[in-house]
């Protein structure tokens, strides 16, 4: 079993090279969930950017401030890549503003099927052949 981790807004692991973040259900993010969420990021992927997948199928709002704080690039975010797993409503929506408004600094695709982005991770964030 990998080791799970609690972060303020949900729980978190690494499993085969990936960074798992599942948050919770009818959650509204704040800025200081957001900075503390990051920074155990940090911890957790060593300060090495890690591919990522962010589960936010249940997040009700995330505010402009807390998308701006996990839009940063791979050496902040410390997530190489970031696929985020959504359903319809507030998610979606939530998800194509932070692509298409915020513009993250690393790659970021979104997603309702896992193993698709999974797929995409593993070849986003591949070595140069």
């Given at each position: 079993?990998?080791?799970?981790?609690?972060?303020?807004?949900?729980?978190?692991?690494?499993?085969?090279?990936?960074?798992?973040?599942?948050?919770?259900?009818?959650?509204?993010?704040?800025?200081?969930?957001?900075?503390?969420?990051?920074?155990?990021?940090?911890?957790?992927?060593?300060?090495?950017p890690l591919p990522a997948?962010?589960?936010?199928?249940?997040?009700?709002?995330?505010?402009?401030?807390?998308?701006?704080?996990?839009?940063?690039?791979?050496?902040?975010?410390?997530?190489?890549?970031?696929?985020?797993?959504?359903t319809t409503g507030s998610?979606?929506?939530?998800?194509?503003?932070?692509?298409?408004?915020?513009?993250?600094?690393?790659?970021?695709?979104?997603?309702?099927?896992?193993?698709?982005?999974?797929?995409?991770?593993?070849?986003?964030?591949?070595?140069?052949?």
């Open positions: 079993m990998t080791d799970r981790t609690r972060t303020p807004i949900g729980e978190m692991w690494v499993e085969d090279g990936i960074l798992w973040h599942r948050l919770d259900n009818d959650l509204v993010v704040t800025a200081d969930d957001a900075a503390e969420t990051v920074r155990i990021v940090g911890e957790l992927t060593g300060g090495e997948i962010v589960d936010m199928r249940g997040v009700a709002y995330a505010g402009p401030d807390v998308r701006e704080m996990f839009a940063g690039d791979p050496g902040t975010s410390h997530e190489a890549a970031t696929a985020l797993l959504i998610s979606r929506a939530m998800a194509q503003v932070f692509t298409r408004v915020t513009k993250p600094g690393r790659p970021v695709e979104v997603f309702t099927d896992a193993d698709e982005a999974v797929d995409w991770l593993r070849e986003v964030t591949a070595p140069p052949s």
